[in-house]
């Protein structure tokens, strides 16, 4: 386990989910830890980055703390720069795919890359990934 990993559980958490408390995210996710106490310890520091950030608020409840969205998760966004080397990069990708499945509508400017493009993009490494011989035992 990482931080990383640990942010992007409770991403996903939260994708459903308004609130969100330490024990009951152990809970509901089936976490089992042979240091259950350091696996708290590093819950609570992950959430209180999300806290740092203005998308949790640390409410004190009964016993502990809770931490509840300031808005849905869903409405956030976030602006990334790209260097023209990884712009180039993936307008090539795409320009690549839409060539080979006859598919303008996934062409894209290597100077005006946008969310959709993106969003492609993670979708054929999602594909990718689904499609590799270790996981095709789950699907």
Do not use: W
Not at 11 to 30: G, R, T, W
């Amino acid at each position: 386990m990482t931080i990383l990993d640990l942010k992007n559980d409770v991403y996903k958490f939260l994708l459903s989910h308004d609130e969100i408390e330490v024990d009951q995210f152990i809970k509901d996710n089936s976490i089992i830890q042979n240091d259950i106490d350091f696996y708290k310890e590093c819950l609570k520091t992950v959430l209180d980055d999300f806290v740092v950030a203005n998308v949790l608020r640390k409410v004190k409840s009964k016993s502990d703390f809770k931490y509840l969205l300031t808005q849905p998760i869903n409405s956030y966004s976030q602006n990334v720069e790209l260097s023209a080397a990884v712009a180039i990069f993936c307008s090539e990708a795409l320009n690549g795919l839409a060539e080979a499945l006859g598919d303008n509508s996934l062409a894209c400017d290597s100077l005006a890359i946008k969310e959709k493009d993106i969003k492609v993009l993670a979708g054929v490494a999602k594909e990718y990934l689904r499609l590799l011989p270790e996981n095709n035992e789950q699907i």
